[in-house]
């Protein structure tokens, strides 16, 4: 994503659209990252999900799955979706 010619921080638009909507998005957005430099962008949210991940990322995502593609993310998910209605 570029703004004003320069790349945007990947927490920068997700976090400034949740501080928009005055938290609305951010406690219904998720994100899927594998690694420490992720956790600012998951503090601000409601959901994370640690992809084949280091250590770090682990320890701090709400849920973790050890695979090599995004489609192993989404029976984890499905499942916490369902848990919150």
């Known amino acids: 994503m570029r703004r004003a010619g320069r ?12 501080r928009e909507s005055r938290g609305r998005f ?24 640690a992809l084949d991940a280091s250590a770090g990322a682990h320890e701090e995502a709400t849920v973790t799955v050890d695979d090599d ?13 369902a848990a919150t209605r």
């Open 7 to 18: 790349a945007c921080a990947k927490t920068e638009f997700p976090v400034r659209c949740g």
């Open 26 to 49: 951010a406690a219904h957005a998720g994100q899927v990252g594998d690694s420490r430099s992720d956790l600012p962008l998951w503090a601000s949210l409601g959901l994370s999900a």
């Open 69 to 81: 593609g995004l489609r192993g993310v989404l029976p984890a998910l499905s499942r916490l979706v």
